[in-house]
């Protein structure tokens, strides 16, 4: 549990900017403007492709969650097109926001992590098997992804393992989401807002909760293991 307390204090310092956002009304028709982009993607033809790879990406920094383009993206596209297309923008997307966190912002984020002594044990056991943390955490959807991005890159794990481990693991819930936006068929319907869930999502829930499981026992090893060598130094 001390990694999800760990993770978890980061992320609420950064869910408070989205709170400060819906304050201020910028998020309020946030789910109808990306719609609206997806239109205007549509219209582009094959200058679309690259218009909604830039446009996951900046949605990725920005802090804004990526379902509603990745639905879109099997609406507007067929499934195999729309799942590539959001792997290599959400991955994109996940590298860019790791390295303004490693490079851009680490000062602020290493404020967060001082109000979090235990943190830097948690560091080391992501040091130690960060691409098998980083892969079972993408694959649970209980995971927020935009913030982990920025988590993340205050670690130890290296950019190779972390862009590695994060493709793959994002990979069932894209071909996911993507299949069920190319589903719904309609830009204007892709609201989740009363629909109940499939079969395959609750399907990936269940992976996503036995992952989660996976996540919390195999980091609770790696911790003890790197504060028992602590010890022993």
Do not use: C, H
Not at 69 to 84: D, E, M, P, Q, R
């Amino acid at each position: 549990m001390k990694f999800f307390k760990q993770f978890g204090g980061i992320s609420l310092e950064i869910v408070g900017l989205i709170i400060i956002a819906k304050q201020l009304l910028l998020v309020t028709s946030l789910n109808g403007s990306l719609q609206n982009l997806l239109q205007w993607i549509d219209s582009l033809g094959n200058v679309g492709y690259l218009a909604f790879i830039l446009v996951y990406i900046i949605a990725t920094i920005f802090l804004i969650s990526g379902l509603i383009l990745t639905l879109g993206a099997g609406v507007i596209f067929n499934v195999i097109k729309g799942s590539i297309l959001v792997s290599i923008a959400s991955t994109l997307g996940a590298i860019i926001a790791f390295l303004i966190g490693r490079y851009v912002a680490r000062g602020w984020v290493k404020k967060q992590i001082e109000k979090q002594p235990n943190f830097q044990l948690i560091d080391e056991a992501v040091a130690k098997e960060g691409w098998k943390i980083v892969g079972l955490t993408r694959l649970s959807p209980l995971f927020p992804f935009v913030f982990l991005n920025y988590a993340f890159g205050v670690t130890k794990v290296s950019l190779r393992d972390y862009t590695l481990a994060s493709w793959i693991g994002m990979i069932p819930g894209t071909i996911m989401y993507v299949y069920i936006g190319s589903l719904i068929g309609d830009v204007a319907s892709l609201g989740m807002e009363g629909r109940e869930k499939t079969s395959l999502e609750w399907g990936l829930y269940i992976v996503g909760l036995v992952s989660t499981i996976a996540v919390t026992i195999y980091v609770t090893k790696i911790a003890k293991e790197a504060l028992n060598s602590k010890l022993e130094n």
